[in-house]
């Protein structure tokens, strides 16, 4: 990278960082200098009405704890960033909110060995709810919205890491923003989401696949259930999407489907304990591992229950069951998660349900 590095406050080479687990108790707030508003003034601390949106218990059975480490703050306090992806061993994390604005072309770029933050070269136009994805050296970075998680484009973008450049390629078919966007045998699948018309802003189940060879676009059997802000791993060539929201999150979903692009089908698996949208899923030691999220609910007096979930599931695809793990710290979504080593970095995100605070706060999480 060819830009500013940023040093966060733990220099420690993570082998020794991991040597204690991090011991910020969950009910602790964030410190002032890892938040920003979307509007108005910086908040000083969450409210204990804020705090209290946390959740951290599961209704599946236990697994490993596992261990969470504090890590470099990102640069700058960052939320719906629609997941991160990792390449050569770095962390790149790309759109979102910051600043107080959502259409900024952010592109942060972390290297656990040192642990530090760098900028990268920015993504040609701002957007939040970006779908990313590392394949064979580029990051792929398809649409978006332009609005606060509304007003979605048909852009397209692949960025060639070892050059720290952007190139626009053939637009998606059809505009959507918050997709699921996966990798498998050389090409970039790019599944769900939601569009337009703005006010509306409905979930869709679309299925498109990108071919770099040939610069095309290719329509595919849809969703079964169309939804946006769910979380997507690749294991042995299928593609999983978890979680989710049906328009908004106050309607999220635990459904888990399994689509296998050799035969273009879809099939369901057992859905997420606990149902969340905004969260990440990364795949470690053939798990798939899910944290983070946002949602709605409301009481018999239908006043509003919001949750930010702070809750470790993982999935085993060999016994089609669910565990749950020690939570995360600091419960937040619409964050960007990644694998590197066996470490699942979580960076960002917002520790309210809605786009109304940032954090700059990083996480890493092992099994152990």
């Not at 804020?50 to 704890?65: D, E, H, N």
């Not at 409301?298 to 069951?321: F, H, K, L, M």
């Amino acid at each position: 990278m060819r830009r500013r590095a940023f040093l966060g406050t733990g220099v420690a080479m993570l082998a020794g960082a991991a040597q204690a687990q991090h011991h910020g108790h969950h009910g602790a707030n964030i410190p002032a200098d890892q938040m920003s508003a979307l509007r108005g003034p910086n908040p000083q601390a969450l409210t204990p009405d804020q705090l209290a949106q946390r959740v951290l218990t599961s209704p599946a059975p236990a697994g490993v704890p596992g261990r969470w480490v504090s890590r470099a703050p990102l640069p700058l306090p960052r939320s719906e960033m629609a997941w991160a992806t990792a390449w050569a061993r770095k962390l790149h994390v790309i759109g979102g909110y910051a600043q107080g604005q959502v259409d900024k072309p952010y592109h942060h770029v972390y290297d656990p060995a040192s642990d530090r933050w760098q900028e990268a070269a920015p993504l040609p136009r701002g957007a939040n709810h970006v779908g990313v994805v590392a394949d064979a050296g580029r990051i792929y970075a398809l649409g978006g919205f332009t609005e606060q998680n509304r007003a979605s484009d048909d852009k397209a973008f692949v960025y060639d890491i070892a050059a720290d450049r952007w190139s626009a390629i053939a637009p998606m078919p059809r505009p959507r923003g918050a997709g699921a966007v996966a990798a498998v045998g050389g090409k970039i699948y790019h599944i769900g989401g939601a569009t337009d018309p703005a006010p509306e802003r409905a979930s869709i189940a679309w299925n498109e696949v990108y071919d770099p060879q040939t610069d095309k676009w290719t329509l595919l059997r849809p969703l079964p259930a169309g939804r946006d802000h769910a979380g997507v791993v690749v294991w042995e060539g299928r593609i999983h999407i978890a979680g989710g929201r049906f328009n908004t999150f106050e309607n999220n979903t635990g459904l888990h489907h399994v689509y296998d692009p050799a035969s273009d089908t879809w099939r369901l698996r057992a859905p997420i304990p606990t149902p969340r949208s905004g969260h990440g899923m990364v795949l470690l030691r053939g798990r798939f591992w899910c944290m983070g999220g946002e949602e709605r609910l409301y009481d018999a007096q239908n006043r509003p229950i919001d949750r930010v979930i702070g809750t470790v599931e993982s999935y085993d695809p060999a016994t089609d069951s669910w565990q749950h793990h020690a939570p995360m710290p600091t419960p937040r979504h619409g964050l960007g998660a990644a694998l590197i080593g066996d470490w699942i970095y979580v960076a960002g995100g917002g520790p309210i349900v809605g786009g109304g605070i940032q954090t700059a706060v990083h996480e890493a999480f092992t099994p152990g």
